[in-house]
């Protein structure tokens, strides 16, 4: 009977339990499946990446080379029919992230999760080969696992092929652009909106009641309020096909979270009952988040330093100051 019958479906075999004929199977859909992840790395980043996206044709056409090389010596040791063992099937084994779940990833952690994958499937031949008794079988496997190990140095050979100097700058900058559309810009805005909008309300009850507890729950509500206003306001106007400015779940979740961030900070204090330390810190949190808001804007909105300071401290110093007198009258 063949070992694969004693596959218990409610569990997982071990990979010490695998049989030559398993192994070999096993390695067939691995490559397969690989194969198949760097081709969809490659169709992803064609249009913004086409140097990258030619690096990962070339790795895919590696592991269609190593999967073609197994088949061919499991059909000489065991016929024509692969037993249908997978990955997911073995207790421990190594598995690999969904694609979809990579969409979310930069270029600079596509590579990473590319070198992780060689790196696994060496570990796995350098293993396999140790199992084997048959001397083609553990030769090939003991290639394929020289192979893997090299990826570090043909990825190298490709990546000078494909992706020069030139190329690879235009594409990190090409990257760091869509960063800074989908998530920074957004986000930068709803920072802005939540740190500043909310002064005036949150002061103004804050020194008409001197009350923290109530100058909390209105900090509480215009901060939640805004960051629900802003996120849907951000994901709702532009789908981001035509601006290129990525996906609008994404700029309303930076837009909304950031907002509501940035009123928090200066409503919390409030949750100290007494009133003039809780408006020190607010004073103080205030202070930071200005002046975060100024950073972000010189770090990644090349925003001259000078001009961001003029234009947020000090139109956040006149809404602060504003709040205060309202309050106060």
């Known amino acids: 009977m063949n070992r694969l019958s004693l596959l218990n479906l409610a569990g997982r075999r071990h990979f010490d339990d695998l049989s030559e004929q398993e192994i070999l199977a096993l390695a067939i859909g691995s490559e397969e499946e690989d194969g198949q992840i760097y081709r969809a790395y490659a169709a992803r980043l064609r249009a913004d990446s086409p140097h990258s996206a030619a690096l990962f044709e070339e ?25 249908p063992i997978r990955r997911e099937h073995i207790a421990g084994y190594y598995s690999r992230k969904p694609v979809w779940l990579m969409q979310n990833l930069g270029l600079d952690r596509v590579r990473e999760e590319a070198a992780a994958m060689e790196r696994q499937a060496r570990d796995f031949y350098t293993a396999a080969a140790r199992r084997i008794t048959d001397a083609d079988t553990r030769a090939l496997l003991g290639d394929l696992a020289a192979a893997e190990s090299a990826h570090e140095r043909r990825t190298e050979v490709l990546t000078e092929q494909h992706l020069d100097a030139s190329a690879r700058d235009e594409e990190d900058a090409l990257a760091h652009r869509q960063f800074v559309l989908t998530w920074v810009q957004p986000g930068l805005a709803g920072l ?49 096909k035509i601006s290129g400015r990525g996906s609008p779940l994404k700029r309303g979740l930076a837009s ?28 103080a949190v205030v202070f930071v988040e200005l002046w975060a808001i100024v950073w972000i804007q010189n770090r990644y909105m090349d925003t001259p330093f000078l001009r ?22």
Request: without cysteine; aromatic residues 10%; negative net charge.
């Open 256 to 283: 909304g979270v950031m907002t509501a961030l940035g009123g928090l900070g200066h409503a919390l204090p409030y949750l100290i009952p007494n009133f003039w330390l809780a408006t020190g810190i607010a004073f």
């Open 192 to 240: 802005m909106d939540g740190s500043v909008s909310t002064l005036a309300p949150i002061f103004a009850t804050a020194f008409a009641t001197q009350n923290p507890w109530t100058t909390f729950l209105v900090g509480l509500s215009a901060s939640l309020g805004a960051g629900i206003s802003m996120g849907f306001t951000e994901a709702a106007h532009d789908d981001g």
């Open 308 to 329: 961001a300071a003029i234009q947020i401290v000090l139109g956040g110093s006149l809404v602060l100051a504003t709040g205060i007198l309202i309050g106060g009258a």
């Open 59 to 83: 790795m895919a056409a590696a592991e269609d080379d190593h999967r073609h090389r197994l088949i061919e010596r499991y059909k000489r040791r065991f016929g024509d029919f692969i037993i």
